[in-house]
């Protein structure tokens, strides 16, 4: 029950969120609202799973042994320093033990750029949040607006403009890049390292691949046919991105034979859990 | 003793080890069919919810207005091959105008029917000049704002323009996409002129009755 109220209040502050960082659903556009929908039941997927997963007795107890750790002498000097050590560590500037290889974690860092780029881009634009609007017909000077202030001007003909009109194909070409090579290793690289993480369920790499393939098929289409197809290839991916938004609410991100030996994260340095009678269960 | 009853075993999983196993497994519980038959209904009654409040207008359509709009002064005079941005028939509509080198006036919303990016005025493009959205690289057709290529769905609402006989510029009303000129014009105005309304043929107009005082 506390799941279900977490989610709905995630979701509903999400929806709050939306609706007036999009000036009461005036900068909303209708063809967005896939997108948006599927960030809703993310937030609520999210806060659910997070919830359960905290408050189950297993869970519970882990982080009751992770707070008498954090308290133990031995540990107070390196606790405060623990999640920015894990931050960093995820985003690469750290190596995380079992991470493989060196092309095995540039792969990763490719898969999670890219996400971080997409996620960057479009989930603001999906709210309704970010506008890009012209005070002169003749161009080439184009604003960003976010919830209605003016954040940058730049000129939409030039270098920035075609950048920043492009964010999304190179996230796209960064995850397509990383996604393949994890799913061509993964085989070997599995069965070998069963402490690896998503990169060894197959579902999530297919749908970053999917999504990507299609997004980057839309501006295929728009610079090389004129546009033809364009609303087939858009549905297709707007299927895609809501199925993987979906299957990262509330999917099996993680096979069971790849999962880590405990919740948290795996960082060098990172505190060990240590239960009241002394015995790391590391 | 048959080899089918077998006594148990000594456990040779320590109980701390065994707790350990227990955490975990209760740490990560499965997505049963259940769940995902959940996820399907509660992401489809999502999407379905959602399009049907866009259906029913939660969503403000750009260059409409629930009023007839009144005509408004966009620029004193615009020169052939001269373009304006303006506001109509709302403050928050964008809008431009655009003098063709021949001399016809033309407007449009300057809200791409795609993602809703600034349409630009390129007069070096196409034969007499382009409406250009850079964000999906959009084109449409200056004349009539019909979609010329790239992934806009609808031609762009158009504004109608006027002149005056001072070579004022006046935006008029606003056309919806696709809408055709006499179907805006009975949307707006039939019910402030019922006889031109059943002249051009609105669909639902009625001769006013006149009303006759007994003598």
Same mark, same amino acid.
């Given at each position: 029950?506390?799941a279900?109220?977490?989610?709905?209040?995630a979701?509903?502050?999400?929806?709050l969120a939306?609706?007036?960082?999009s000036?009461?659903?005036?900068?909303f556009?209708?063809?967005?609202?896939p997108?948006?929908?599927?960030?809703?039941?993310l937030?609520?997927?999210?806060a659910?799973r997070g919830t359960v997963?905290?408050? %189950?007795?297993?869970?519970?107890?882990?982080?009751?042994a992770? /707070?008498?750790?954090?308290?133990?002498?031995?540990?107070?000097?390196?606790?405060p320093?623990s999640?920015p050590?894990?931050?960093?560590?995820?985003?690469?500037?750290?190596?995380? #033990? /079992?991470a493989?290889?060196r092309?095995r974690?540039a792969?990763?860092?490719?898969?999670?750029?890219?996400?971080?780029?997409?996620?960057?881009?479009?989930?603001p634009l999906a709210?309704?949040?970010?506008?890009?609007t012209?005070? %002169?017909?003749?161009g080439?000077?184009?604003?960003?607006?976010?919830?209605?202030?003016?954040?940058?001007?730049?000129d939409?003909?030039?270098?920035?403009?075609s950048?920043?009109?492009?964010?999304?194909?190179?996230?796209?070409?960064?995850?397509?890049?990383?996604?393949s090579y994890?799913?061509?290793?993964?085989?070997r690289?599995?069965?070998?390292h069963?402490?690896?993480?998503?990169?060894?369920?197959?579902?999530?790499?297919v749908?970053?691949?999917?999504v990507?393939?299609?997004?980057?098929l839309? #501006?295929?289409s %728009?610079l090389?046919?004129?546009?033809?197809g364009? /609303?087939?290839?858009?549905?297709?991916?707007?299927a895609?991105v809501?199925f993987?938004l979906g299957h990262?609410?509330?999917g099996t991100?993680?096979?069971?034979?790849a999962r880590?030996?405990? #919740?948290?994260p795996?960082?060098?340095?990172?505190?060990p859990?240590?239960?009241s009678?002394g015995a790391?269960?590391? | 003793?048959?080899v089918?009853h077998?006594? @148990?075993?000594?456990?040779?999983?320590?109980?701390a080890a065994?707790q350990a196993?227990?955490?975990?497994?209760?740490a990560?519980?499965?997505?049963?069919?259940?769940?995902? =038959?959940?996820v399907?209904?509660?992401?489809?009654?999502?999407?379905?919810?959602?399009?049907v409040?866009?259906?029913?207008g939660?969503?403000?359509r750009?260059?409409d207005?629930v009023?007839?709009?009144?005509p408004?002064l966009?620029?004193e005079?615009?020169?052939p091959?001269?373009?304006?941005t303006?506001?109509?028939?709302?403050?928050e $509509?964008?809008?431009l105008?655009?003098?063709? @080198?021949?001399?016809?006036?033309?407007g449009?919303?300057a809200?791409?029917?795609h =993602?809703?990016?600034?349409?630009? !005025?390129?007069? $070096?493009?196409?034969m007499?000049?382009?409406?250009?959205?850079?964000?999906?690289? +959009?084109?449409f057709?200056?004349?009539?704002g019909?979609?010329?290529?790239?992934?806009?769905?609808?031609? =762009?609402?158009r504004?109608?323009?006027?002149?005056?006989a001072d070579?004022?510029? !006046?935006?008029?009303t606003a056309?919806?996409? +696709?809408e055709?000129?006499k179907?805006a !014009?009975?949307?707006?105005?039939? $019910?402030?002129a @019922?006889?031109q309304a059943?002249? =051009?043929?609105?669909?639902g107009?009625?001769?006013?009755r006149?009303t006759?005082?007994?003598?």
């Amino acid at each position: 029950m506390r799941a279900i109220l977490a989610g709905t209040a995630a979701s509903l502050l999400l929806v709050l969120a939306i609706v007036l960082g999009s000036r009461l659903l005036r900068e909303f556009h209708a063809a967005l609202l896939p997108y948006a929908v599927a960030t809703v039941l993310l937030a609520f997927g999210v806060a659910y799973r997070g919830t359960v997963r905290f408050l %189950s007795p297993g869970a519970r107890r882990l982080s009751e042994a992770d /707070r008498h750790g954090c308290f133990l002498r031995r540990n107070l000097g390196r606790a405060p320093g623990s999640l920015p050590r894990a931050m960093a560590a995820y985003f690469g500037f750290q190596a995380l #033990p /079992r991470a493989g290889s060196r092309a095995r974690r540039a792969a990763y860092q490719l898969v999670l750029w890219g996400c971080v780029l997409a996620v960057l881009i479009t989930f603001p634009l999906a709210w309704g949040w970010v506008t890009f609007t012209a005070d %002169s017909a003749a161009g080439p000077g184009y604003e960003m607006r976010i919830w209605g202030m003016e954040l940058l001007g730049f000129d939409a003909l030039g270098f920035f403009g075609s950048v920043m009109f492009r964010g999304l194909d190179l996230a796209a070409v960064l995850v397509v890049a990383g996604a393949s090579y994890l799913l061509w290793r993964q085989k070997r690289d599995c069965a070998v390292h069963t402490g690896q993480r998503f990169a060894c369920g197959l579902v999530p790499l297919v749908a970053l691949v999917v999504v990507s393939v299609t997004g980057l098929l839309l #501006p295929f289409s %728009s610079l090389f046919l004129h546009g033809g197809g364009y /609303r087939v290839l858009a549905i297709g991916h707007t299927a895609s991105v809501v199925f993987t938004l979906g299957h990262i609410a509330f999917g099996t991100l993680v096979p069971r034979n790849a999962r880590p030996r405990r #919740p948290g994260p795996a960082v060098p340095g990172a505190l060990p859990v240590v239960r009241s009678n002394g015995a790391d269960v590391r | 003793m048959s080899v089918t009853h077998q006594p @148990p075993a000594d456990d040779p999983m320590p109980d701390a080890a065994r707790q350990a196993l227990r955490d975990r497994t209760a740490a990560h519980p499965p997505t049963t069919r259940r769940d995902c =038959l959940r996820v399907i209904a509660t992401v489809s009654g999502g999407l379905a919810a959602g399009g049907v409040a866009v259906a029913a207008g939660a969503l403000h359509r750009h260059a409409d207005a629930v009023e007839p709009p009144e005509p408004k002064l966009v620029a004193e005079r615009l020169e052939p091959g001269a373009s304006v941005t303006f506001r109509f028939p709302g403050e928050e $509509d964008r809008a431009l105008a655009v003098r063709l @080198p021949d001399g016809t006036l033309v407007g449009y919303s300057a809200v791409c029917t795609h =993602l809703a990016c600034a349409v630009l !005025w390129r007069a $070096d493009r196409g034969m007499e000049g382009e409406l250009l959205c850079p964000c999906h690289e +959009g084109v449409f057709e200056v004349r009539t704002g019909e979609v010329t290529a790239g992934p806009p769905p609808r031609p =762009l609402p158009r504004i109608v323009m006027d002149e005056d006989a001072d070579g004022a510029v !006046w935006a008029v009303t606003a056309i919806r996409s +696709g809408e055709s000129a006499k179907d805006a !014009w009975c949307r707006q105005f039939a $019910d402030r002129a @019922p006889e031109q309304a059943v002249e =051009l043929g609105c669909p639902g107009a009625r001769t006013p009755r006149v009303t006759e005082g007994r003598v």
